[in-house]
């Protein structure tokens, strides 16, 4: 059965946006699905590039420690960051990288991998490459159902600059597109409904 | 803002598994989405073919009257069916149709039309003719979003026969696809979120 405690790390280069994606993921679980959520950030020296991360555990039940202790979700926006976290992901967990800017994945079956070109995505579908975060947090949500989509576009709205509105509705329905595309292919058991 | 009444029909000819796939919907949204949900049938005179319908109201609140009054869905599995049932459906309502079964659709953007030849994807795709009803399902779903998906999953899994699990998983996987990709390019709101 579904787990109620989720565990998942949004990791890239900085400059990608992941800061704001595990915002926007939190806040969809807890003002708009009602349902607990903690986000916490880390960064490394480097103000931009190398491997910086965005933790967010969702749970029906309170949270009692607020950091990531075995991730059942890792998302990797480019190839350090995959490098860095793949050991904190748990056996089973799932691995959804960003194929065009991660060459080198892990073989076997010890993880579930989705490999999806977020950025290439961005770039040719939507027009603007710094929504490759949002349709990476689509495909997530597509992945896992973590939060509704309802909660999700309205937690997307509310953060992401006026006027950028529709282009961030198209990147996290682009997402969406790939993750039920996803799992038509690589069938995954949707985690708790929010 | 969302609605939180929904009422949908989903109508075809007999044979084509619409009362089943109206009691999954009803059972979805009230055993393990916990809402309100009623659902009623009517058929035809006629055992197979022609025009028969299973209606599903899913509400937040109590359902004072069971049967549908102004359609906000209307799925037609067959041309007649169409034909039969367009009325009711209300203004900017949405017509999900199978495009491999349905020729003659309405003209203009009185209502939000989606295209899918459900039948045709049951066929090539899953292997069998008879899941069209459950990709139908899964499309109404990810178009809608009036069910979460795990709910739906489990309602899928305890209504159909013991052994065609995997089958009707993948059938519903490739309506959730067809959904999400319609969505792209054709955005729409979510729904209340279940």
Redesign the interface.
Known sequence: M?KCKLEIRLAGSGGQGLMLAGIILAEAAIL??NRNAVNTQSYGPEARGGASQSEVIISDDEIDFPMCEQLDILLCLNQQSLDKYLDDLRKGGMLIVDSGLCADLPEGDEYKVYKIPFTALARDEVGKVFVANIVSLGAVA?LT?CV????L?RAVLTRVPKGTEPLN??AL??G??E???A??DQ?V??????
């Open positions: 579904a708009y699905d597509g159902d509704t989509r309802n909660s576009e509705m198209k329905a682009v969406y597109r993750a039920a595309a799992r038509v069938p058991g949707a985690t708790k409904p929010a």
